[in-house]
């Protein structure tokens, strides 16, 4: 793996899409993360309702969640769930790391019997045979058809109606959502609509909701107009008010809205928006 690196002399952050279009309602994006020269990085994720795989070539990982480079060593496979929390990460060492970014409940529809709540972080997603192939090159076209392959082949539907319909009142009803209106259209209790979020998703329906808003202002931001002030997102987005979205972005990331964008690299086409310790 030295010498891959050493040929390699390169870094690249590239996010692409699934060709298999089937694959597209589970599936939201892969990249491809490389540092040939790297010594140390240091970034911040922040919350999101898509969850992912890591797969790294040759790196182990500690409590820290500091990744290491070192050669030899078996790829490091990495699950990270709905986040609802800053997740911090450090890389030392050469990196060549190859992530799924999956819709809410799409890992589930490849991957059975595996606890999807909580963060797994020696997984055995797939076979060495799949790793070495991955691994053996660099180009995402190439890339792309080996993973639609993969998760193809692993493809058994899952289905959980009360799941599936709350997402889609979430995502489509959010500006007037509530949970005791979302438990009286499921005719289920609060804590039975609670519960079943916190099996499958690790977070609660309130907080998934919270995420999912929180990220429609950031897209928004982002791609749709990012001319946008805080005060017409705030409205936009069915927040009370520019304080109450303030108090939302402090919440969920650390940072007023205008830091938490001044501070943040887009990385790639899609949503990856990090904050990089320069």
């Known amino acids: 793996m030295r010498g891959y690196y050493n040929e390699m002399n390169k870094k690249v952050f590239d996010t692409f899409k699934p060709k298999n279009h089937f694959l597209h309602k589970y599936v939201d994006y892969y990249y491809l993360d490389i540092k040939s020269d790297n010594t140390k990085t240091e970034f911040e994720c922040f919350p999101h309702y898509n969850n ?33 929390n800053i997740l911090k990460v450090t890389q030392i060492g050469n990196v060549h790391r190859i992530v799924i970014v999956f819709h809410p409940l799409g890992i589930q529809q490849f991957f059975k019997n595996k606890d999807f ?17 991955l691994f053996n090159t ?10 639609d392959d993969f998760l ?19 995502f489509d009803e959010y500006e007037d959502f509530s949970i005791e209106n979302l438990s009286e259209q499921l005719n289920i209790s609060r804590r039975q609509l609670n519960r079943i979020f916190k099996t499958y998703l690790g977070v609660s329906p309130k907080r998934f909701h919270e995420i ?5 202002v950031l897209e928004a931001k982002l ?11 705030a409205h936009t987005f069915c927040y009370s008010d520019q304080s109450h979205l303030n108090k939302i972005f402090k919440k969920l990331t650390q940072n007023t809205p ?19 310790k320069k």
């Open 223 to 233: 791609f749709e107009n990012p001319t946008l002030n805080f005060t017409e997102l």
């Open 258 to 276: 205008t830091q938490f964008f001044k501070k943040g690299t887009l990385l790639g086409e899609e949503d990856t928006f990090w904050h990089i």
């Open 152 to 170: 193809y082949q692993r493809y058994k539907p899952f289905h959980h109606s009360i799941l599936e319909k709350s997402l889609s009142i979430i």
């Open 212 to 216: 999912v808003v929180f990220r429609k």
């Open 117 to 133: 709540s909580n963060y797994i972080y020696n997984g055995d997603f797939f076979n060495t045979n799949e790793l070495t192939q």
């Open 138 to 147: 660099t180009d995402k076209e190439e890339i792309t058809l080996l993973l």
């Open 52 to 84: 992912t795989i890591s797969l790294y070539s040759s790196h182990k990982r500690d409590e820290n969640s500091v990744v290491t480079y070192v050669e030899n060593v078996e790829p490091l496979q990495i699950f990270t769930p709905v986040r609802e």
